[in-house]
């Protein structure tokens, strides 16, 4: 098999760089030069490593199959979690100014959080990996896991590669970051309103749908009222 996990399959150019800033423009939000070349960086390597041309091809789902969006792309979850996160900041710094948040890391962390989707959800992945499952493991390295490595491959720091790390399944294992917690909370509350608001497939909710919620249909009917009178 000798696949090479991480080599480039393509250069990565400023076309690219200027495409993932295109699609995630809220990577302009982030202060710190360094973190924000960086993190623009991942996403660059992330993709060259791939067969994906950029970030808004990488389908809007969860993991592959699960949590599909009927709309939209990948950069509309990222876009959408690093809206939500900042909002969180907002909103515990402007009623407790005592508290103490890198809002640089949390920004930054939202838009790389799933780097390592670029890996995950790649058809030559997913082909090798549902072809040869007992050699390769299906997936080998789950998105947090591959992100990490993104991450610290192209020099992010240590607070970033924990955020992609741990935003996932994998961060149940592990102590999590204040800013790390933000992201996660973030993710996960975006997939779970999704859901509830009916912007995801049905089919691909059944397994880790939250039970207590009573999805709603998007905008087939005017919402009607619950109780007649
Ligand atoms: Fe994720
Ligand atoms: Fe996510």
């Given at each position: 098999?000798?696949?090479?996990?991480?080599?480039?399959?393509?250069?990565?150019?400023?076309?690219?760089?200027?495409?993932?800033?295109?699609?995630?423009?809220?990577?302009?939000?982030?202060?710190?030069?360094?973190?924000?070349?960086?993190?623009?960086?991942?996403?660059?390597?992330?993709?060259?490593?791939?067969?994906?041309?950029?970030?808004?091809?990488?389908?809007?789902?969860?993991?592959?199959?699960?949590?599909?969006?009927?709309?939209?792309?990948?950069?509309?979850?990222?876009?959408?979690?690093?809206?939500?996160?900042?909002?969180?900041?907002?909103?515990?710094?402007?009623?407790?100014?005592?508290?103490?948040?890198?809002?640089?890391?949390?920004?930054?962390?939202?838009?790389?959080?799933?780097?390592?989707?670029?890996?995950?959800?790649?058809?030559?992945?997913?082909?090798?990996?549902?072809?040869?499952?007992?050699?390769?493991?299906?997936?080998?390295?789950?998105?947090?896991?591959?992100?990490?490595?993104?991450?610290?491959?192209?020099?992010?720091?240590?607070?970033?590669?924990?955020?992609?790390?741990?935003h996932s399944r994998e961060g149940q294992h592990i102590g999590l970051s204040v800013e790390c917690y933000i992201v996660r909370t973030a993710d996960h509350s975006w997939w779970n309103l999704a859901g509830a608001l009916?912007?995801?497939?049905?089919?691909?909710?059944?397994?880790?749908?939250?039970?207590?919620?009573?999805?709603?249909?998007?905008?087939?009917?005017?919402?009607?009222?619950?109780?007649?009178?």
């Open positions: 098999m000798n696949y090479e996990a991480g080599k480039l399959k393509r250069p990565i150019t400023d076309e690219v760089r200027s495409s993932v800033v295109e699609d995630l423009p809220e990577l302009n939000q982030i202060k710190d030069s360094t973190l924000r070349a960086k993190a623009i960086e991942a996403w660059a390597h992330a993709l060259c490593e791939s067969s994906f041309q950029r970030i808004r091809d990488i389908p809007g789902e969860g993991n592959p199959g699960v949590f599909t969006l009927k709309r939209g792309n990948q950069a509309d979850h990222l876009r959408g979690v690093a809206h939500l996160a900042a909002k969180i900041v907002d909103e515990f710094e402007g009623s407790f100014p005592e508290v103490r948040i890198d809002r640089d890391i949390v920004l930054t962390g939202a838009l790389v959080h799933d780097v390592g989707k670029a890996w995950e959800f790649d058809p030559r992945n997913l082909e090798r990996w549902q072809r040869d499952p007992d050699r390769a493991g299906e997936p080998s390295l789950r998105h947090s896991v591959f992100g990490a490595h993104v991450c610290l491959a192209v020099g992010l720091p240590e607070e970033i590669a924990h955020i992609a790390l741990g009916g912007l995801l497939t049905p089919e691909s909710m059944k397994a880790e749908a939250d039970k207590m919620v009573r999805p709603r249909h998007a905008a087939e009917a005017p919402l009607k009222q619950a109780r007649a009178g």
